[in-house]
């Protein structure tokens, strides 16, 4: 019988900054390269008024997860230890910008009535656009959502470009001050023959507009020619009927973890909510849940998602080489879950790597971590997390936002 162990905390770096929800030393990713380890983060607060692009998202590495030293080239060599794909490129793939100019916007008008009620559903989501309506100010670009930061093999440079998307009925929906078609791009999988699949988050429309879900919907979206181009797949619908009772700030699948499995079944573990700081809740009032969610036709269809835990955003897993299947999620607390089967079926029980007094789930969760947080594979059975931890201090003894790594071991007992 399997099961982790997981080892102490390690300061990769900390922050003087106020250790409060927004700002920087937060939002950590983890990648591990030939035996060195990278987390990236967050390091300066949500405003970035002085453009400061090395301190924007600071890169570390370390070869024993003990010592961090900060590198230059934060961009190029974040990409650079991201794994290589089939024709020798290493690519991540972000959301493409949303369309924010109030001129473009105003040829366009207010989207019709009936696909504006979500308002009421989730505060994000106010109003959708057709691909069609969309055409009218952004032409032949309607189609590009995806954005790829792609470094070539053997090329020093990345090449960052919009990605077309083929996907009839896809839909511009509102975040925010501006509109966006595929919302978010969650990490990409390639399966056995080369082909890439990429959930994204997204806002859903039958052929008359009107929408299919009052909530935000996951999609996916596959590639067959290495992440140049992608086509829309198949989606995991959320419905009403699994809003739990009185839930707060439900908004549908925002966030998704995708794995490809052995016998070419996937699952998807998906957030349903934030918990955000903004909307406060109580044991009356409680958080959404997380989902996961089975396909066996390569992502076009998708199974009733069930709950997989009362909480969590930012859902994150990494198959192991030994079959292991781990995952992490956050919020309040931070998470790690194990599953032995290979087949994302049956799952240990939560391990809570950080603890958020009870009293402050939903009053102050966010004075002890922004709960984002990331893993990934070093060996067979050894994995490594990052999260943060804003009460931890400094030498000096003061309190700073802290990014943290963990090692995660899978033991025979």
């Known amino acids: 019988m399997k099961k982790l162990v997981i080892g102490e905390p390690v300061i990769v770096s900390q922050s003087t900054t106020e250790p409060i929800m927004h700002g920087g030393w937060q939002d950590p990713e983890i990648r591990c390269k030939d035996g060195v380890l990278y987390v990236r983060f967050s390091g300066v607060k949500d405003d970035f008024e002085n453009h400061d692009r090395e301190n924007k998202n600071p890169v570390y590495k370390s070869i024993d997860g003990v010592n961090w030293e900060k590198v230059k080239n934060n961009a190029l060599e974040w990409t650079e230890a991201q794994p290589e794909i089939t024709n020798g490129d290493k690519v991540r793939f972000t959301g493409a910008p949303s369309v924010t100019d109030p001129e473009l916007l105003a040829k366009l008008g207010e989207p ?4 504006g009620k979500s308002a009421v559903k989730a505060p994000c989501f106010i109003g959708v656009y057709t691909k069609a309506e969309m055409r009218k100010i952004l032409g032949d670009n309607v189609s590009k959502t995806i954005m790829s930061h792609r470094l070539k093999k053997g090329a020093t440079e990345l090449d960052n470009k ?6 009839d009925d896809l839909a511009y929906g509102r975040v925010y001050t501006g509109y966006v078609g595929a919302m978010y791009a969650q990490p990409y999988r390639e399966d056995k023959d080369g082909t890439l699949y990429m959930p994204v988050c997204s806002f859903c429309v039958n052929k008359d507009g009107s929408p299919v879900s009052s909530y935000r919907c996951m999609s996916m979206l596959k590639s067959t020619d290495h992440g140049y181009s992608w086509e829309h797949v198949g989606t995991c619908e959320y419905k009403e009927e699994y809003n739990i009772p009185n839930a707060i700030e439900v908004e549908g699948f925002m966030e998704a973890s995708l794995e490809i499995c052995d016998d070419g079944s996937f699952f998807m573990i998906m957030r349903s909510g934030s918990l955000s700081p903004f909307v406060i809740g109580d044991d009356d009032h409680p958080a959404p849940k997380s989902y996961i969610t089975y396909s066996y036709d390569k992502g076009k269809t998708w199974t009733k998602p069930e709950v997989f835990f009362d909480y969590g955003v930012l859902p994150r897993s990494v198959k192991m080489g030994d079959g292991t299947i781990l995952m992490t999620s956050g919020r309040p607390d931070v998470y790690v879950r194990a599953c032995y089967d290979g087949k994302g ?15 402050h789930y939903y009053k102050a969760y966010w004075e002890y971590t922004c709960s984002n947080n990331s893993l990934c594979a070093y060996d067979d059975t050894t994995a490594y997390l990052t999260y943060s931890n804003f009460q931890l201090k400094t030498p000096e003894g003061v309190r700073a936002k802290s990014i943290l790594v963990r090692k995660i071991s899978i033991v025979e007992e």
């Open 162 to 167: 919009l990605c077309e998307v083929k996907w």
């Open 112 to 115: 019709a009535e009936n696909r």
């Open 345 to 359: 079926k049956e799952w240990d029980d939560v391990v809570h790597v950080l603890d958020v007094p009870k009293e």
